[in-house]
């Protein structure tokens, strides 16, 4: 839990994290939550293994979902999440610093969870790799510690964060009543149908009424961090995104880059937004069956 004289903010900078660290040693845990798209051929836990921001715990996307289901890394039933985080050492109180090796990729989804699963103190800290190494900081390349387990109590998932198709479905049902924008963050070309997607078995297009804000649209060249504040505000409004307590569900490719969509919003003061978990690797195999689901074009 934080100090009373400690002040942080959703994004931190190696300077925060070390002070943080320092006056908070064992209560402050480092996730490296470094995923890849199945298009790559980087292996994040690989690299995790290989060198790490020290003492880093590794948080896989990929492991701590839903196994039930046949879809990417959908978010896991809540007695998993708190055995998985418990097992990293991590319990309700625990400060969390996110950070991916891209930058800000898919660190954004692994503090979504957290969010989720209504996780006070968690963080993100964007370009992290690049921001250590210029404060002057080594890595860790021994083999990394094992944490004593802990456990994880009072997780309840916050569905006000949380959109499902039977949400869309409500949203498609009338779509001049409601007043729910649906944005997706994948690149134009499959939103609008003209490149395939890179999942097989699935429709290329776009959900009926949603519009593209393509999440390299948000991050600085490299996906290293959000833009400033004002530039994101810029973005969301040229799509005519003023009202920021209108609801907002956000969708991508599979919830990642749908989250670094929500943590955008988030910074700039938007209150009423939820990630589509299953996204379009559940939502394009749905428009594959039924073409009434299906838009494409701009």
């Known amino acids: 839990m934080l100090m009373a004289n400690t002040k942080m903010t959703t994004l931190v900078n190696a300077k925060s994290v070390v002070q943080l660290i320092k006056e908070q040693a064992q209560k402050s845990v480092l996730l490296d939550a470094t995923w890849y798209l199945p298009t790559e051929s980087n292996d994040g836990k690989r690299e995790f293994f290989q060198n790490r921001l020290p003492g880093a715990r590794f948080f896989g996307i990929d492991e701590a979902k839903d196994h039930r289901i046949a879809l990417p890394h959908m978010l896991p039933p809540t007695e998993e999440f ?51 190494k210029a404060n002057g900081h080594g890595l860790e390349t021994e083999n990394p510690s094992t944490p004593a387990k802990v456990n994880y109590e009072d997780a309840k998932i916050n569905k006000s964060l949380v959109a499902s198709f039977e949400d869309i479905s409500q949203v498609l049902k009338d779509p001049s009543k409601s007043n729910t924008r649906i944005i997706d963050a994948r690149p134009q070309a499959r939103f609008t149908g003209t490149a395939p997607e890179i999942r097989p078995g699935m429709a290329s297009g776009h959900i009926p009424t949603s519009i593209n804000i393509p999440f390299t649209d948000l991050v600085k060249p490299g996906i ?14 040229k799509h005519g995104l003023h009202d920021k307590s209108a609801p907002i569900i956000t969708s991508c490719g599979s919830g990642v880059t749908a989250s670094v969509l929500f943590v955008a919003l988030e910074l700039c003061g938007f209150t009423n937004v939820r990630v589509y978990d299953e996204s379009w690797s559940g939502y394009g195999q749905r428009a594959l069956k039924d073409s009434s689901l299906l838009a494409t074009g701009p």
């Open 224 to 237: 290293t961090e959000p833009k400033p504040t004002e530039e994101l505000e810029e973005i969301f409004a």
């Open 82 to 132: 708190a055995a998985y985080v418990g097992n990293l050492g991590i319990d309700r109180n625990t400060n969390v610093i996110i950070y991916d090796r891209k930058g800000f990729f898919s660190s954004p989804r692994v503090y979504w969870t957290f969010k989720v699963f209504g996780h006070k103190n968690v963080f993100l800290f964007p370009n992290a790799f690049a921001d250590w």
